[in-house]
Each structure stands twice: as structure tokens, then as C-alpha cells.
């Protein structure tokens, strides 16, 4: 804790300087937060990632009353900016956003950090894949889809959405086992991300396209192609008339890309007693909840506990999913 | 009409204008700073468009980056060292410009025709975005092969030294881009257990090291150039008119090329002003002055790659498909002010797509006094000694390459890159067509390798789809042409050389 | 560091054929039948053969024929003697990285500007002044303007 203060009393200089309104308190006890904040986010500027993490960020400086600065720590596929949140000092003063791909990218074999390494402080958003088909597909709905897919030889449909070995695909993955397929039954076609993966299938090259519905909302309003399902627990807000998996053809399977602020393991529980609360606001806060809206992002909150506990159901599904795609290594 | 009239009511609103004007100020700044690319600067511009309007939003995103894609030119025509990778190909042609003494026509030129190209560009998003757009569509991964495929040949029609040479470079740069697991199979490759190598390299460091350290590395071991003949920077846009009178169809073609590269998602403006340089030099009728300060490439390559950021927002706006990364950032903006992608915006919302068509025109108009005042400014630095310019561009790698990614392997990356362009540089390799085969290596790949994928290995398909097949037969002729050239020079040679034996 | 095109068409050899080889050993991915390894094979063998051309002269021929292969501006001037001196700004680029995070920004620049203004031959009244202006100027755009995060180190910036 000698750090601690150090630190802070350190930065509370910088906050006299910047902030006089709130300097007292770096003077007397040390009141967190004291100096300004770094959010990290593993994904580049102008991403889906980075703009939540940029009105989280927005937001989170008018709870606290202290600047939060966006840091974009990309590169190695989100390896790098994920390591980075994990060993920042556990001081409260840099916090990160991570996604679904800190359980996928172990399995792999590509990093040792995992969803352990992290104080899970609050889930802000959830998106769950659709099922895209071009405007002139013969399948009308999910079901006739599945029979279509049933009926083909293994590797004659192509689906898109993302890379090899992404979120997407693994959706896919997961959808085809849940019907009792195998995960390379629909030969997946690697993009790079999902809409390019969109605009080869309005170009009339895959059959369809397991990405989420906010990525595929453009191409659904210029009417070049449709959403037949979506595999999430129930339907958007955003796009109501898309049935769920379980509606359209009896499956329940779901999953999604997640969006969780944390901090490194061991965060002290005075920073989390001040973050966590204020995450919650904030999701409530209409400022967000427009933000949700206008980008058609899935609106799913859930609390630290909460949090951590859809990080590690997500890990085993996706760590499932990832072995019977053969993506895992052994 | 009452669309229009309501547009300018939008447009002329103060907040409107002095968003226009700060961010004209600003995309100047970040694209003249060797290693901050226009997609960087709009990329910072996001948290901003928070603040503001949805047309002062999507006007600050507009305007800096046509100034970004414009000022880029100014530090590869005064040092050698291009401020983005649009710039890169025609930065040789450029500083030899500067070295004749004429630093002033080719910065105009630069300018000039960016702000021609910008409103040709949104002419042709006013009057044939749905036409163009259904052009995009019809493009599938076998005819973006092709694309890139031709993207890459321009390394061999720009280099002024052996074509031989040139390949070798772009297939350096080829084999640059499979570093990482951003490839087709996801797999990581030429990584060496370096966790930062992942990502792959990205063309900035690449770029800023080839070109600026490299340009450093050579101040430090050649003496001080002669100075420069001090006099008067003369007039900016003096010779421009006549410049646009005597190359008036490359100026035509470079905007046609940068218009139909810019509307196809992934092919941006660094493809654009490849395409063009490569088209002016091949359809020259004096090839042989390019590379020694002639501005007819110039020309043709300043209008497109400004032309295409215009066109690159037909996609983005009917479709939500970026035309490249900063009409990727921009669509996010778009989505968050609620002026949600699709054809409904035309439609529905006519009155803010007239006010964007204003926003596209009005930046590039303040353009050329912003850009005058611009220029003035930064050729102070062809008067300042080199022990004085060089260290400060340095510390503008090393910053430039960390602000990307907050990474500090990009400031190694861009030390390793600097020695590779100093060796290259030295032994007649061009550096350009190393920086665009990485620019282009991730899309030929992705490209070639899904559509082998798509149509199960057979190669049938690139050549049966019909946009597919016409862009495989220009290939073609394109790859041909050279060798049927030097044959037939060949052949004239001995038979003149066998004349001569004769008589 | 000028070579011969053997040398140079001799190393790009090597680095094709090691990246062919190294990239035809790469794992195939399971589900698809074109792998992770097409891609650098191809690039691999292309880089062979244009190694080979360089190396053996015959790429000399495809040259423009009266051209000289002389770069425009500086680097055709004479080589002055002192040629590592080329290796001070990759020095300094790694010095950056080794001690940003420690010292902070303002003195890592403030070394790194002295220290290549010295070697490009400048005298330290100039030298000085601009090691302690140049660090501020940059760090007050980057930091303040772009928002991005150098570090403070040792000597925190007065804003």
C-alpha cells in the first residue's frame, strides 16, 4: 500500500494542476480515484470494441470526477492489449475491456492469460450471431437451411463471417454440433471480419453468414439479404421481427461476443466497491443505452459476480466448441 | 430544392463550420507527421464526435482526412519522407522536383489536383452512388484477386531501377505481410515465439522506416547537400492552371481510376495512387522524364487518391460496407449519430446527404488557402540545416510509430525496417515497392486463398466469372507487355547490330 | 553498405528458400484443404528465382539500357569516412525502447535528438537548445493534442 500512496500523492500533484476541484482529497486520505485513469482496449481505434470502451470511458469520468483516457494497445490479435490489462499494476488506475477472444486465444495455444487473470468488474454488452442468407436464397427460414445443410456433402456450403478460428466460427461450429453435425460440415471461408464476409455474400459467393446482426443491419436495410435467426436466448431489441434459434427451428443453442471492463487480478476492493456500482449506472444511464441503440448493440449487463461467471461459462463453451472444430491445441 | 435549402441551413450552422475548420487544421497537422497516417487522424477524431452534432460529427471526419490524404505529400516532397502510404508512390518523383528547385510546383500540384480530385470524387458519389455501388457489389473475392493482383504489377512500371529488382522488393514485402496470424488460416506464422509479431507488421512502421529513418541513416553518412538557392518561394498555384491545361486527360484518368478504386471495399487510396502513378508513367508520351521531376505523374496520382476517398464512401453509405479504414471509423460515427447506413439515407434523410455532399465540397475548397498556408510553413524546413530537421524527425518515428498501438515493438520495428531501406536503398532496390507489398500482401492473400477455398481448389472460377475474367485478360496483358517490349527491342537491336556488320 | 548483386541476389535466395520451407512445413488447417502454407511457398519461390535472376546478371538485361542506376538527391553523393555512423539513428531508435518506460519521454528524446544532432555535425549550441525544446514541442502535440500515452518516467511534463 506504501506504493499506493506514493503514487497517488504523486498524482495528486498532476490533479492539482488539472483538476484544482478535486485535489483536497489527494492531500488528506487518499479518496480513489485521485489522478486521472487509463482504460485499456485491445482492438484498434474506430472498432466496435473501441467505441464502447470510448463512451464507458466518457461516461465513467463524469461518475468519478476523473479523466479516463482510451489507450488502444493492439496488435498479436488481441494477444498484446489483453497481456497488457493483465500485468498493469492491480492500483485501480488502469483498467481494460475485454472480449470473448480471452477465451478462445489459450485454447489455442497462443497466450497463457486467461479469464482468471483479471477482476471481472462489469459486463456491458453482449452480441449474439445471426444467420444471414443473400436476399435471393431459396431458404426461407432457419429450418430449411438446417435441411439444406443436413442434405449437402460435407464441405459443399460455405459460410463466412470472420477469420479462421473466430467468434463466428465458432458459432457456426457450435450451431452445426448442436444438430448433430460435424463442426467442418459448412466449410467455413475465413474473412477479414464481417463485412467483407458481407458484401461476398450480397456478391452472391457463400451461402451464408453466421455474423452478428449489427454487422450485417446495412445490408438487411438495403434489402441484399435477410436474417433468419438469431442464436441468443431471446430476440433483440433492436431487430425484433428475427426469431430466435429456439423459435425458428427448436435448437437451443446460443452464444456472442462479449464486452467485459476489468481490471488485473487482485484489484483492492475499495477500487471495485467505486467501479462496480458506477458500471452499473452507467448501463441504466441513457446516455448508453442510446449509444446501444443507435449502434444496434446487444444490451446485456450483468454485475463483477455476474461477470466472471459468463466469462467462465463462456471459456468452457467456447473451449468445446474450439475442440470439435480441431482448433485447439492438444 | 427544400432538401438542399434545409442542407445549407446545416451546414452553414457555426458549430458545423468551426468543426470544418478545426479539423481542416488538425488533419494538416497529423498528415504532414511522418508515421501518423490519415486513418490515424480520423481514428483520434472519434472520442470527439461524441460532443458534437451528427453533421459536425461526420464534417470533422470528411474534412480531416481529405487534408490528412493531401498534406501527406508535403514531407515526401521536401525530405523524402511520405506522410502516408497514399504518398508513397510518387515521393521520389516528387523530392526530385524539389531538388531542381521547384518545390513550390510540385507541392502545388499536390494540392491542386487533391482538391480536384476530392470534388470530382463527390460529384460522382452525388450523381452515381446507387450505379457505382452496384459496381462494388458485383465484386466477389476471385475479381479482388485480380484487383490486387494488378495493384502489385504498378512495383514494376513505378521502379526506375531493374524491374528485377522491383519484384524482388514487393515480394519482400509479400512475404512481410504473412508474418503474424492475420492470414486466411488463422495460423500463426513467422512469429519466432514473438508474442508482439502476432498481429503481423503493420505498413506504418514499415513505411516511417524505410523512408524516414532510412533518410536519416543516409544524412548521417553522406555530407550536407548543397544548399538549396536561396530565394523566393514562389507562387503556389501560378503554374497549376497551365499544369491542368497541359495534362488535362491524365487529370481526367487519375480521377476516373481513383472514383472506380476508391467504390471497391479494401482498395483504398495508397491503391489508388499506385494504379494512377503506374497508368501516367506507362501512358506517357515522355516515360523516360518520370523519376527526375516531372509532374505529370503528379498529376494523375494526386487527383485519384483524393478522388477515391470520396468514392469510398458510396459503399459505406448504401451498404455500411467501408470503402476503406476511414470510412470504416466513419460508419461507427454514422451509426452513433443515427444516421444509419442504407438506401433509406438517400431517401428518407435526402437533406443530410446533401449537407455531406456540401461538407465533401467545402473541404476541399479551404483545401487550397489552408493547404497554401500549410505549405508556406513546412518549406521553412528546406531553409533549416540538417543537423536541425533530421533528430526532430526521429523523435517523430519513434513517437509516431508508438501512437498507433501504444506498443513499443513498432519503434524496434521501424529501427529494423530503417537499416532493411538503408541496404535496399544502397544497392538499387526500390523501398516503394517493398511498402506496397506490404500495404497489399493481406488482400491478395485473403483474396487468392478464399476463392481457392470457395470453389474447392479449382482455379476455373478466376477466370469464368465475367469482371472476373476482363481484370485476369488486363492482367495478363499488363505482365505481357513488358517481355513483348524488351523482346521486340531485342530483336530490332540485332537486327540493326547485324545491319551494321553488314554494311 | 554497398554489395554486389551476387550477394544480395544470394541472400534473397536464401531467404525464399527458407521461407518456402519453413512455410510448406506449417500445420495444414483442419476443415480446409488450402492451408496457411500456399501463400509463403509461393512467395518463397518467387523470391528464389528473382534471387537467382539478380544474382546471375540476367536481370541487367530487362534495364532501361542507358540508364545508370544512380538514386536521385544524397545517396549518390561520396561515402564519407565514419560509414557505422549510419547505425546511430537505429541506436537511438533502440534506446527508445529499452528506456522510455524508465526515464520517461522528455529525457529519452532529449538523449536521442542530442545525440544524432551531434552526429550529423552539429555544434552544441545548437545541439542544447534544441534537446530540450524539440521533446517538449513533441510531447505537448502527442500528448495533450492525440492523446496518446508516453510515459512519464523520471521528468513528468509541466502539464
Given at each position: 500500500m506504501t506504493t499506493l500512496n506514493r503514487r497517488s500523492l504523486l498524482g495528486g500533484g498532476a490533479a492539482l494542476l488539472a483538476a484544482p476541484a478535486i485535489a483536497p482529497n489527494a492531500l488528506g486520505q487518499p479518496k480513489y480515484p485521485a489522478r486521472p485513469m487509463q482504460l485499456l482496449c485491445p482492438w484498434a481505434a474506430g472498432g466496435g470494441t473501441d467505441a464502447v470502451a470510448r463512451i464507458v470511458a466518457a461516461l465513467l469520468e463524469k461518475e468519478l470526477g476523473q479523466p479516463v483516457n482510451v489507450v488502444n494497445r493492439t496488435g498479436g490479435s488481441g494477444v498484446v492489449g489483453h497481456a497488457a490489462i493483465a500485468q498493469s499494476p492491480p492500483d485501480g488506475y488502469t483498467l481494460g475491456i475485454i472480449t470473448s477472444e480471452i477465451c478462445m486465444l489459450h485454447w489455442q495455444g497462443l497466450t497463457e492469460v486467461t479469464y482468471r487473470n483479471f477482476t471481472p468488474l462489469g459486463l456491458m454488452n453482449n452480441d449474439p450471431p445471426g444467420i444471414q442468407v443473400n436476399v435471393a436464397s431459396p431458404y426461407k427460414d432457419a429450418k430449411q437451411l438446417a435441411e439444406a445443410i443436413k442434405a449437402s456433402t460435407p464441405g459443399k456450403m460455405k459460410a463466412s463471417g470472420t477469420g479462421q478460428g473466430g467468434i463466428w466460427h465458432l458459432a457456426l461450429a457450435g450451431w452445426l454440433g448442436a444438430m448433430g453435425l460435424k463442426a467442418d460440415h459448412v466449410r467455413w471461408v475465413p474473412s477479414n471480419g464481417a463485412a467483407p464476409a458481407m458484401q461476398d455474400l450480397a456478391a452472391g459467393g457463400l451461402d451464408f453468414t453466421t455474423c452478428s446482426v449489427p454487422e450485417a443491419r446495412a445490408m438487411l436495410d438495403a434489402g441484399r439479404c435477410r436474417s433468419l435467426a438469431v442464436m441468443a436466448p431471446k430476440r433483440l431489441d433492436t431487430f425484433p421481427n428475427i426469431p430466435t434459434l429456439q423459435e425458428a427451428m427448436g435448437i437451443d443453442f446460443t452464444t456472442g461476443a462479449m464486452r467485459v471492463i476489468v481490471g488485473p487480478a487482485g484489484l483492492p476492493e475499495a477500487v471495485k466497491a467505486a467501479i462496480e456500482p458506477a458500471l452499473g449506472r452507467i448501463y441504466q444511464s441513457k446516455d448508453y443505452q442510446d449509444f446501444l441503440a443507435a449502434r444496434g448493440f446487444g444490451g446485456v449487463y450483468a454485475d463483477a459476480a455476474g461477470a466472471g461467471k459468463a466469462l467462465a461459462e463462456a471459456d468452457a463453451s467456447l473451449g468445446e466448441a474450439m475442440k470439435a472444430a480441431g482448433l485447439a491445441k492438444a | 430544392m427544400m432538401d438542399f435549402l434545409e442542407a445549407v441551413r446545416l451546414v452553414a450552422a457555426p458549430d458545423v463550420l468551426i468543426a470544418i475548420f478545426a479539423s481542416a487544421v488538425y488533419g494538416l497537422v497529423v498528415g504532414s507527421l511522418p508515421g501518423l497516417s490519415a486513418t490515424m487522424a480520423t481514428a483520434l477524431l472519434v472520442p470527439v464526435t461524441f460532443w458534437l452534432s451528427p453533421i459536425a460529427a461526420v464534417a470533422t471526419i470528411i474534412t480531416a482526412s481529405a487534408m490528412a490524404i493531401f498534406s501527406g505529400d508535403i514531407p515526401g516532397c521536401l525530405l523524402r519522407i511520405p506522410g502516408t502510404p497514399a504518398s508513397a508512390a510518387y515521393t521520389d518523383e516528387a523530392y526530385a522536383l524539389t531538388r531542381k528547385g521547384q518545390a513550390e510546383l510540385a507541392l502545388g500540384a499536390g494540392l491542386w489536383f487533391s482538391a480536384i480530385g476530392g470534388i470530382v470524387g463527390t460529384l460522382s458519389l452525388v450523381l452515381m452512388a446507387p450505379l457505382l455501388a452496384e459496381m462494388a457489389l458485383s465484386f466477389s473475392t476471385f475479381e479482388y484477386f485480380w484487383l490486387a493482383f494488378l495493384g502489385l504489377m504498378c512495383a514494376t512500371l513505378v521502379a526506375r531501377s531493374s524491374p528485377i529488382k522491383a519484384i524482388a522488393s514487393m515480394l519482400l514485402g509479400l512475404l512481410v505481410s504473412c508474418i503474424g496470424m492475420e492470414n486466411p488460416a488463422g495460423t500463426p506464422r513467422f512469429t519466432f515465439g514473438i508474442p508482439d509479431l502476432l498481429g503481423g507488421i503493420e505498413p506504418i512502421p514499415a513505411l516511417v522506416g524505410v523512408f524516414a529513418v532510412s533518410e536519416v541513416m543516409r544524412a548521417m553518412v553522406t555530407p550536407e547537400p548543397p544548399p538549396l538557392p536561396r530565394r523566393k518561394f514562389g507562387s503556389i498555384l501560378a503554374n497549376q492552371w497551365m499544369l491542368t491545361k497541359k495534362y488535362q486527360w491524365p487529370m481526367w484518368r487519375g480521377n476516373v481510376i481513383g472514383i472506380i478504386i476508391g467504390v471497391l471495399p479494401g482498395a483504398g487510396a495508397d491503391m489508388a495512387a499506385w494504379v494512377s502513378y503506374a497508368m501516367s508513367k506507362r501512358f506517357?508520351?515522355?516515360?523516360?522524364?518520370?523519376?527526375?521531376?516531372?509532374?505529370?505523374?503528379?498529376?494523375?496520382?494526386?487527383?485519384?487518391?483524393?478522388?477515391?476517398?470520396?468514392?469510398?464512401?458510396?459503399?459505406?453509405?448504401?451498404?455500411?460496407?467501408?470503402?476503406?479504414?476511414?470510412?470504416?471509423?466513419?460508419?461507427?460515427?454514422?451509426?452513433?449519430?443515427?444516421?444509419?447506413?442504407?438506401?433509406?439515407?438517400?431517401?428518407?434523410?435526402?437533406?443530410?446527404?446533401?449537407?455531406?455532399?456540401?461538407?465533401?465540397?467545402?473541404?476541399?475548397?479551404?483545401?487550397?488557402?489552408?493547404?497554401?498556408?500549410?505549405?508556406?510553413?513546412?518549406?521553412?524546413?528546406?531553409?533549416?540545416?540538417?543537423a536541425a530537421v533530421m533528430p526532430v524527425i526521429m523523435l517523430l518515428c519513434a513517437v509516431g510509430a508508438f501512437a498507433t498501438g501504444s506498443n513499443l515493438f513498432s519503434v524496434l520495428l521501424v529501427g529494423v525496417f530503417g537499416c532493411l531501406g538503408f541496404v535496399m536503398e544502397r544497392n538499387g532496390y526500390p523501398v516503394a515497392a517493398l511498402v506496397l507489398g506490404i500495404v497489399m500482401g493481406t488482400m491478395v492473400e485473403q483474396n487468392f486463398i478464399t476463392s481457392l477455398i470457395k470453389s474447392d481448389g479449382d482455379i476455373l472460377p478466376f477466370f469464368e466469372r465475367p469482371v472476373s475474367g476482363v481484370l485476369a485478360a488486363m492482367t495478363f496483358g499488363a505482365l505481357l507487355w513488358p517481355l513483348g517490349i524488351w523482346i521486340w527491342n531485342r530483336m530490332q537491336r540485332r537486327r540493326m547490330a547485324a545491319g551494321d556488320a553488314t554494311g | 553498405m554497398h554489395l554486389s548483386d551476387r550477394v544480395t541476389g544470394g541472400v534473397l535466395m536464401v531467404l525464399g528458400a527458407a521461407a518456402a520451407i519453413a512455410g510448406s512445413r506449417l500445420p495444414a488447417v483442419p476443415g480446409q484443404e488450402v492451408g496457411p502454407a500456399a501463400f509463403p511457398l509461393l512467395i518463397g519461390s518467387g523470391l528464389v528465382l528473382c534471387g537467382a535472376l539478380i544474382a546471375f546478371g540476367i536481370g541487367r538485361s530487362f534495364e532501361v539500357p542507358e540508364e545508370e542506376e544512380a538514386p536521385p538527391g544524397p545517396s549518390s553523393s561520396p561515402w564519407r569516412p565514419g560509414g557505422p555512423r549510419a547505425l546511430v539513428p537505429p541506436a537511438l531508435l533502440l534506446f527508445y525502447v529499452l528506456a522510455a518506460d524508465r526515464l520517461g519521454f522528455l529525457l529519452t528524446g532529449a538523449v536521442m535528438v542530442f545525440v544524432a544532432a551531434l552526429a550529423l555535425g552539429a555544434r552544441p549550441r545548437l545541439a542544447v537548445p534544441m534537446a530540450i525544446v524539440a521533446p517538449l514541442l513533441v510531447h505537448l502535440a502527442f500528448y495533450k493534442l492525440l492523446r496518446v500515452p508516453l510515459p512519464e518516467g523520471l521528468l513528468a511534463a509541466p502539464w
Amino acid at each position: 500500500m506504501t506504493t499506493l500512496n506514493r503514487r497517488s500523492l504523486l498524482g495528486g500533484g498532476a490533479a492539482l494542476l488539472a483538476a484544482p476541484a478535486i485535489a483536497p482529497n489527494a492531500l488528506g486520505q487518499p479518496k480513489y480515484p485521485a489522478r486521472p485513469m487509463q482504460l485499456l482496449c485491445p482492438w484498434a481505434a474506430g472498432g466496435g470494441t473501441d467505441a464502447v470502451a470510448r463512451i464507458v470511458a466518457a461516461l465513467l469520468e463524469k461518475e468519478l470526477g476523473q479523466p479516463v483516457n482510451v489507450v488502444n494497445r493492439t496488435g498479436g490479435s488481441g494477444v498484446v492489449g489483453h497481456a497488457a490489462i493483465a500485468q498493469s499494476p492491480p492500483d485501480g488506475y488502469t483498467l481494460g475491456i475485454i472480449t470473448s477472444e480471452i477465451c478462445m486465444l489459450h485454447w489455442q495455444g497462443l497466450t497463457e492469460v486467461t479469464y482468471r487473470n483479471f477482476t471481472p468488474l462489469g459486463l456491458m454488452n453482449n452480441d449474439p450471431p445471426g444467420i444471414q442468407v443473400n436476399v435471393a436464397s431459396p431458404y426461407k427460414d432457419a429450418k430449411q437451411l438446417a435441411e439444406a445443410i443436413k442434405a449437402s456433402t460435407p464441405g459443399k456450403m460455405k459460410a463466412s463471417g470472420t477469420g479462421q478460428g473466430g467468434i463466428w466460427h465458432l458459432a457456426l461450429a457450435g450451431w452445426l454440433g448442436a444438430m448433430g453435425l460435424k463442426a467442418d460440415h459448412v466449410r467455413w471461408v475465413p474473412s477479414n471480419g464481417a463485412a467483407p464476409a458481407m458484401q461476398d455474400l450480397a456478391a452472391g459467393g457463400l451461402d451464408f453468414t453466421t455474423c452478428s446482426v449489427p454487422e450485417a443491419r446495412a445490408m438487411l436495410d438495403a434489402g441484399r439479404c435477410r436474417s433468419l435467426a438469431v442464436m441468443a436466448p431471446k430476440r433483440l431489441d433492436t431487430f425484433p421481427n428475427i426469431p430466435t434459434l429456439q423459435e425458428a427451428m427448436g435448437i437451443d443453442f446460443t452464444t456472442g461476443a462479449m464486452r467485459v471492463i476489468v481490471g488485473p487480478a487482485g484489484l483492492p476492493e475499495a477500487v471495485k466497491a467505486a467501479i462496480e456500482p458506477a458500471l452499473g449506472r452507467i448501463y441504466q444511464s441513457k446516455d448508453y443505452q442510446d449509444f446501444l441503440a443507435a449502434r444496434g448493440f446487444g444490451g446485456v449487463y450483468a454485475d463483477a459476480a455476474g461477470a466472471g461467471k459468463a466469462l467462465a461459462e463462456a471459456d468452457a463453451s467456447l473451449g468445446e466448441a474450439m475442440k470439435a472444430a480441431g482448433l485447439a491445441k492438444a | 430544392m427544400m432538401d438542399f435549402l434545409e442542407a445549407v441551413r446545416l451546414v452553414a450552422a457555426p458549430d458545423v463550420l468551426i468543426a470544418i475548420f478545426a479539423s481542416a487544421v488538425y488533419g494538416l497537422v497529423v498528415g504532414s507527421l511522418p508515421g501518423l497516417s490519415a486513418t490515424m487522424a480520423t481514428a483520434l477524431l472519434v472520442p470527439v464526435t461524441f460532443w458534437l452534432s451528427p453533421i459536425a460529427a461526420v464534417a470533422t471526419i470528411i474534412t480531416a482526412s481529405a487534408m490528412a490524404i493531401f498534406s501527406g505529400d508535403i514531407p515526401g516532397c521536401l525530405l523524402r519522407i511520405p506522410g502516408t502510404p497514399a504518398s508513397a508512390a510518387y515521393t521520389d518523383e516528387a523530392y526530385a522536383l524539389t531538388r531542381k528547385g521547384q518545390a513550390e510546383l510540385a507541392l502545388g500540384a499536390g494540392l491542386w489536383f487533391s482538391a480536384i480530385g476530392g470534388i470530382v470524387g463527390t460529384l460522382s458519389l452525388v450523381l452515381m452512388a446507387p450505379l457505382l455501388a452496384e459496381m462494388a457489389l458485383s465484386f466477389s473475392t476471385f475479381e479482388y484477386f485480380w484487383l490486387a493482383f494488378l495493384g502489385l504489377m504498378c512495383a514494376t512500371l513505378v521502379a526506375r531501377s531493374s524491374p528485377i529488382k522491383a519484384i524482388a522488393s514487393m515480394l519482400l514485402g509479400l512475404l512481410v505481410s504473412c508474418i503474424g496470424m492475420e492470414n486466411p488460416a488463422g495460423t500463426p506464422r513467422f512469429t519466432f515465439g514473438i508474442p508482439d509479431l502476432l498481429g503481423g507488421i503493420e505498413p506504418i512502421p514499415a513505411l516511417v522506416g524505410v523512408f524516414a529513418v532510412s533518410e536519416v541513416m543516409r544524412a548521417m553518412v553522406t555530407p550536407e547537400p548543397p544548399p538549396l538557392p536561396r530565394r523566393k518561394f514562389g507562387s503556389i498555384l501560378a503554374n497549376q492552371w497551365m499544369l491542368t491545361k497541359k495534362y488535362q486527360w491524365p487529370m481526367w484518368r487519375g480521377n476516373v481510376i481513383g472514383i472506380i478504386i476508391g467504390v471497391l471495399p479494401g482498395a483504398g487510396a495508397d491503391m489508388a495512387a499506385w494504379v494512377s502513378y503506374a497508368m501516367s508513367k506507362r501512358f506517357s508520351k515522355e516515360p523516360e522524364k518520370f523519376g527526375t521531376g516531372h509532374p505529370e505523374g503528379l498529376v494523375e496520382a494526386g487527383a485519384s487518391n483524393n478522388a477515391s476517398l470520396a468514392s469510398g464512401w458510396v459503399p459505406s453509405l448504401l451498404f455500411g460496407i467501408p470503402g476503406d479504414t476511414i470510412t470504416a471509423i466513419a460508419i461507427g460515427v454514422l451509426y452513433m449519430k443515427g444516421l444509419n447506413p442504407g438506401p433509406t439515407l438517400f431517401t428518407e434523410r435526402a437533406s443530410s446527404m446533401y449537407a455531406l455532399y456540401l461538407i465533401f465540397i467545402l473541404a476541399n475548397i479551404i483545401m487550397i488557402p489552408l493547404g497554401i498556408v500549410m505549405i508556406r510553413l513546412a518549406a521553412s524546413v528546406l531553409r533549416a540545416p540538417r543537423a536541425a530537421v533530421m533528430p526532430v524527425i526521429m523523435l517523430l518515428c519513434a513517437v509516431g510509430a508508438f501512437a498507433t498501438g501504444s506498443n513499443l515493438f513498432s519503434v524496434l520495428l521501424v529501427g529494423v525496417f530503417g537499416c532493411l531501406g538503408f541496404v535496399m536503398e544502397r544497392n538499387g532496390y526500390p523501398v516503394a515497392a517493398l511498402v506496397l507489398g506490404i500495404v497489399m500482401g493481406t488482400m491478395v492473400e485473403q483474396n487468392f486463398i478464399t476463392s481457392l477455398i470457395k470453389s474447392d481448389g479449382d482455379i476455373l472460377p478466376f477466370f469464368e466469372r465475367p469482371v472476373s475474367g476482363v481484370l485476369a485478360a488486363m492482367t495478363f496483358g499488363a505482365l505481357l507487355w513488358p517481355l513483348g517490349i524488351w523482346i521486340w527491342n531485342r530483336m530490332q537491336r540485332r537486327r540493326m547490330a547485324a545491319g551494321d556488320a553488314t554494311g | 553498405m554497398h554489395l554486389s548483386d551476387r550477394v544480395t541476389g544470394g541472400v534473397l535466395m536464401v531467404l525464399g528458400a527458407a521461407a518456402a520451407i519453413a512455410g510448406s512445413r506449417l500445420p495444414a488447417v483442419p476443415g480446409q484443404e488450402v492451408g496457411p502454407a500456399a501463400f509463403p511457398l509461393l512467395i518463397g519461390s518467387g523470391l528464389v528465382l528473382c534471387g537467382a535472376l539478380i544474382a546471375f546478371g540476367i536481370g541487367r538485361s530487362f534495364e532501361v539500357p542507358e540508364e545508370e542506376e544512380a538514386p536521385p538527391g544524397p545517396s549518390s553523393s561520396p561515402w564519407r569516412p565514419g560509414g557505422p555512423r549510419a547505425l546511430v539513428p537505429p541506436a537511438l531508435l533502440l534506446f527508445y525502447v529499452l528506456a522510455a518506460d524508465r526515464l520517461g519521454f522528455l529525457l529519452t528524446g532529449a538523449v536521442m535528438v542530442f545525440v544524432a544532432a551531434l552526429a550529423l555535425g552539429a555544434r552544441p549550441r545548437l545541439a542544447v537548445p534544441m534537446a530540450i525544446v524539440a521533446p517538449l514541442l513533441v510531447h505537448l502535440a502527442f500528448y495533450k493534442l492525440l492523446r496518446v500515452p508516453l510515459p512519464e518516467g523520471l521528468l513528468a511534463a509541466p502539464w
